[in-house]
Nanobody, 130 residues
Framework: QVQLVESGGGSVQAGGSLRLSCAAS????????MGWFSQAPGKEREGVAT????????????YYADSAKGRFTISQDNAKNTVYLQMNSLKPEDTAMYYC???????????????????WGQGTQVTVSS
């Protein structure tokens, strides 16, 4: 089993920045991808940014939604089993609950698809005011 705990959400004005953290514990050695997903009220959960964390070829490869490219950066700290999402130039439309998620050793061909992720954190709220 894997446990994911997010932190770092909050309220900021448009143009501001936030850094989300996701600490993983448990059977983390078997994880292949970790990522961040957002869900606004009344909308489906969608991929924001993900990273391949498994040891070996491709480790560190990142994937971003078009809306996140150029503004958000996902990174990992292997020693701390933690993944970060640095969010800059935030917009009101970024307002959502942000969830950390992880995929087991089987991996996925769709790293931004929420459907393939089996482990989820409880979420952290991000609110951007205009």
């Amino acid at each position: 089993q894997v446990q994911l705990v997010e932190s770092g959400g909050g309220s900021v004005q448009a143009g501001g920045s936030l850094r989300l953290s996701c600490a993983a514990s448990g059977s983390t050695a078997s994880l292949s991808y970790m990522g961040w997903f957002s869900q606004a009220p009344g909308k489906e959960r969608e991929g924001v940014a993900t990273i391949y964390i498994y040891t070996g070829l491709g480790r560190g490869n990142t994937y971003y939604a078009d809306s996140a490219k150029g503004r958000f950066t996902i990174s990992q700290d292997n020693a701390k089993n933690t993944v970060y999402l640095q969010m800059n130039s935030l917009k009101p439309e970024d307002t959502a609950m942000y969830y950390c998620a992880a995929v087991g050793p089987a991996g996925t061909w769709k790293p931004l698809s929420p459907a393939v992720y089996g482990y989820w954190g409880q979420g952290t709220q991000v609110t951007v005011s205009s």
